[in-house]
């Protein structure tokens, strides 16, 4: 079920930071102030997916990857990170019941305008949400900000805590080479020492233009997704190995190509290569498909 009352607008909460409710409350863990701030005045979230032919890649494929591991209709999704509602929108419109959770105040208030969803100000690392409440979560952006493993692990475990057994987890990376090809289609690439740092480290450089995040690796995303409990993780390469072709041509000609038959090659690319592991870490963005505690395991 849904959490009834559940928008939260601004105040400072104590939350209940452990995977249980039975330990004292202890503070919300903050988000990096460079985050809140890049997406309150610096980046349109709500523009993301459909102003350029890779975000409407990126969404495309999400929507068809996630709509093909969802337990049925209607499902009770937590949506966290959830941003302005863009998933969650989609997801409603299918019939499922959608809670989302995001740290921007800004995401909230676009969330609440355009989707019948409930929405909370809140962080991953620490849900207000009770065990085993609900038979899907998303973490579709929030393991990006979390340079710290100890961190994400904590995200996921939480995650893992509020799905019901047998619940489906879905969780998106960026991948770690995705800033080098961005850099290098739209003629970015100007220090081989810095981006071979990222690579090295997965630590993003701000001064690349976007802001604090990490970049995963195929392999530590499954670690990090077995790690917290997670059981038949399968990744799949969400954008595919054209995605940069689409972004570079944008970069060079100012044309978003959001109606193009290169757009449509690419989804199909996309779709044939997406368990490739060869090529899943071309993508952008990688998707980890796992599992709860099984429902026969209470």
């Not at 459909?50 to 890649?57: D, E, I, N, R, T």
């Not at 393991?143 to 047998?166: I, S």
Request: proline share 5%; hydrophobic share 40%; net charge negative.
């Amino acid at each position: 079920m849904r959490r009834s009352g559940a928008a939260v607008c601004g105040e400072k909460l104590m939350r209940c930071w452990a995977w249980d409710c039975d330990h004292p409350a202890m503070e919300m863990p903050e988000v990096a102030s460079e985050v809140i701030e890049f997406y309150t005045s610096g980046y349109d979230e709500e523009a993301r997916l459909s102003s350029s032919a890779h975000g409407v890649l990126e969404f495309v494929r999400t929507q068809e990857l996630l709509r093909r591991h969802l337990p049925g209709t209607p499902t009770s999704v937590l949506d966290v990170g959830g941003g302005p509602g863009t998933h969650a929108r989609w997801l409603v419109a299918d019939g499922h019941s959608v809670h989302l959770i995001d740290p921007v105040e800004r995401h909230l208030q676009q969330a609440r305008s355009s989707c019948s969803c409930t929405v909370e100000l809140g962080d991953a690392r620490s849900l207000t949400i009770p065990d085993q409440s609900y038979d899907a979560a998303l973490l579709l952006g929030p393991l990006y900000h979390l340079p710290d493993r100890a961190d994400r692990l904590q995200a996921l475990h939480e995650a893992h805590r509020v799905l019901r057994p047998g619940g489906m987890m879905a969780a998106a990376v960026i991948s770690r080479h995705a800033a080098l090809l961005d850099l290098a289609v739209t003629n970015r690439l100007c220090s081989e020492e810095v981006m071979q740092a990222v690579l090295d480290t997965g630590h993003n450089d701000p001064a690349h233009g976007f802001t604090t995040a990490y970049f995963h690796t195929a392999e530590e995303l499954t670690s990090e997704m077995t790690e917290a409990g997670f059981t038949d993780v399968r990744l799949y390469g969400v954008e595919g190995p054209v995605w940069s072709v689409l972004k570079g041509i944008q970069a060079h000609t100012g044309e978003p190509l959001t109606d193009s038959p290169l757009l449509k090659c690419a989804v199909t690319a996309a779709r044939l290569t997406e368990t490739d592991p060869a090529l899943i870490a071309a993508s952008a963005h990688i998707l980890a498909i796992g599992h709860g505690r099984p429902a026969d395991d209470r």
